[in-house]
């Protein structure tokens, strides 16, 4: 039911879309989405809640915590691409449809970014040493960058370009700089 609501929510937004319509394509009756889930808002909310928790256990999942921070950069960058690619309409529910719909829709957004940015201001802290860096400021153009190139990859995809190459891209944008800061120490 809340693979069949994403779906919908992300393709014609949250205003368009229809309990009938989520309920149909689920496969399920109106009033069994309504058992479930009381209203629409709510429903809207827990496909919010379910997409941002899958994106943040893809990348936490994937960072190499014993590993340099080069390493651990790539492998959070490539599992970030790797599920927004493979989770278009997750992604197009996160960074379209719920930012742009208000309260209470853009918290459960703000929430998950903001858990983002504080696990990656720890990874850049513990990577920074004794280095004189804005860890926090670093993380969040990191976390702004990564969430603006997944949006365009997702909506200009193009031949031979996979999730490997958008982490590249920003990889070869961001690591020269930070590898210089992360030196100072």
Excluded at 24 to 31: I, L
Aim: proline residues 4%; charged residues 20%; negative net charge.
């Amino acid at each position: 039911m809340l693979g069949a609501a994403v779906t919908t929510f992300a393709r014609r937004g949250y205003r368009a879309a229809s309990m009938d319509e989520i309920a149909e394509q689920a496969g399920v009756s109106k009033p069994l989405v309504y058992l479930y889930l009381n209203s629409k808002e709510e429903l809207f909310t827990a496909c919010i809640q379910r997409e941002a928790a899958a994106l943040d256990t893809a990348v936490r999942d994937s960072v190499e915590l014993g590993a340099g921070p080069e390493r651990q950069l790539r492998s959070g960058l490539r599992a970030f691409f790797t599920h927004t690619a493979e989770h278009p309409d997750g992604w197009a529910l996160l960074y379209r449809q719920a930012r742009t719909q208000g309260e209470p829709f853009a918290r459960e957004v703000d929430r998950m970014r903001a858990g983002l940015v504080a696990y990656v201001t720890g990874l850049v802290s513990a990577a920074a040493g004794d280095a004189d860096c804005d860890a926090a400021g670093i993380a969040h153009a990191l976390v702004g960058a990564a969430e603006s190139l997944a949006d365009w990859a997702n909506a200009a995809p193009a031949p031979g370009r996979g999730p490997h190459d958008t982490a590249s891209i920003l990889m070869n944008f961001a690591w020269p700089g930070l590898e210089t800061l992360l030196r100072r120490g």
